[in-house]
């Protein structure tokens, strides 16, 4: 079995990735420093796949404490690299904590990856990389504007570091742009477990639903798009993850064009602000409190994926609609209730 080390995979998208890579014959193990992230999820990837996933509670920071799993686990032949903080309006607040975790984090894995030689290497990348695009739907040739954010600019750089290394590495990588990852793991172990006041769209959706935010806002109604709010391409973190083995499984039989190849990662649809909390209403019945806010400052206005590249060459199969998504989200919203003391006992940082 190919061993394959996923860093971030306590991480909402790294252990939806961790179990779609189990269960298509990949042997797994996790460097995950917890720091954003909780056992609970680690619990959740054991009890679906019926495997203990070995995870190493490393800070990739660190260079020696990295080095040394490589050390342990001589066999890893790819790398996919999720760790790396990811609030776009924390970034503002705290743009050199953001430049410091994202990038030296990468840096001294790149640096483990030379070392041992390893193949393959997957990077979790973003659709803020296009900024706000000129024209709609978006292909992996539009030219990115300036990012909005310094996480953003991580994901950028990111990009551009990972583009000169393989340059001169024995390495090929992909990476991978995310649209809108949502809802959760269909036999409701694995899910989102938003840090603080949600920011995201869904989790406000129904964190607002179950009570714990007495009602949201939507940002801005005044946009040029076919009910005025803003548009964006949700896709399912199941879909999002399936395409991360897929991409692995493309570099392992050498069917890369060329040293780094890019791909997003979306439905293809766009939907507005006011059609996804439509959907939430009628696929659960739930009447959402909401009220029309201010723009929120930095939203693009509208973005959505072409993903023809990713359907036809990584033979990519998106298996989930937007109801989907949402019912998913919401029956996993129901289950962090359930189970909020035990989350909270595990990691104080996640209340
Ligand atoms: C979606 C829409 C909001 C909350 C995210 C990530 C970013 C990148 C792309 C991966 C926007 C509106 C939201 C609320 C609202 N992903 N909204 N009320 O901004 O597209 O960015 O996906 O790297 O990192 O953050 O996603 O979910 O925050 O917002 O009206 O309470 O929902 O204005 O139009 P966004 P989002």
Known sequence: MPKILVTGGCGYI????????????FDVVSI????????????GIDKITGK???NYKVDLKNFDETLAVFQENEDIIGVIHFAAYKAVGESVEKPLMYYENNLCSLINLLNCVKEFNIPHFVFSSSCTVYGNPDSIPVTEQTPEKKAESPYGATKQMGEEIIRSFVKVAET???????????????????GELPLGKPQNLVPAITQTAIGKLPQMQVYG???DTRDGSCLRDYIHVSDIASAHTLAMRFLLENKNTGKCEVFNLGSGNGVTVLEAIKAFETVTGQK???????RRPGD???????????????????KYDLNEMMRTAWAWELKVKEDEELMKKQNPVLN
């Open 172 to 190: 090929n990588a992909i990476l991978l742009r995310y649209f809108n990852p949502v809802g959760a793991h269909p036999s409701n172990l694995i």
């Open 300 to 318: 693009v206005v509208a973005i959505y994926a072409n993903n023809n590249h990713a359907v036809s060459a990584l033979n990519w199969q998106i």
């Open 14 to 25: 790294g252990s939806h990735t961790v179990v779609d890579l189990i269960e298509n014959g």
């Open 288 to 294: 959402l409190n909401y009220k029309i806010g201010p």
């Open 32 to 43: 995950d420093d917890n720091s954003r992230s909780t056992n609970y999820l680690l619990d």
């Open 221 to 223: 109604n005044d946009y």
């Open 52 to 54: 203990k996933l070995k």
